[in-house]
């Protein structure tokens, strides 16, 4: 069984938020330019540190909720949109920058 949407779409092309995704997780290219190179580096490390910080957050979170503090107020919000926003200045950055050989 295929669980991929676009095939059974009928279409080869990738989803676009999943080609998003894919590229900020895949390993950086050593073939790139130095300074873009850096700067896809630096997204990855702020995406996968700032996302291990959310997630356990929320873990915190949903425990106190357990334990009967309640789910007053999502304060791993304070952590998760900083890093959703450096995420997309980053990437908007490299998308910017023009290819040079690659």
């Known amino acids: 069984m295929s669980y991929d949407n676009d095939a059974s779409r009928g279409g080869t092309a990738p989803h676009p938020f ?7 997780v895949r390993p950086v290219r050593h073939d790139l330019d130095p300074a873009r190179r850096r700067l896809l580096v630096a997204r990855q490390v702020v995406v996968l540190a ?28 304070w952590t998760a949109i ?13 998308r910017c920058l023009p290819d040079r050989g690659e």
């Open 50 to 77: 700032g996302t291990a910080m959310t997630l356990v957050q929320v873990i915190v979170w949903l425990m106190i909720a357990i334990l009967g503090g309640g789910l007053r107020e999502p304060w791993w919000l």
């Open 18 to 24: 999943r080609a998003l995704v894919t590229d900020i």
């Open 82 to 94: 900083p890093v959703a926003l450096a995420t997309g200045v980053l990437t908007g950055i490299d």
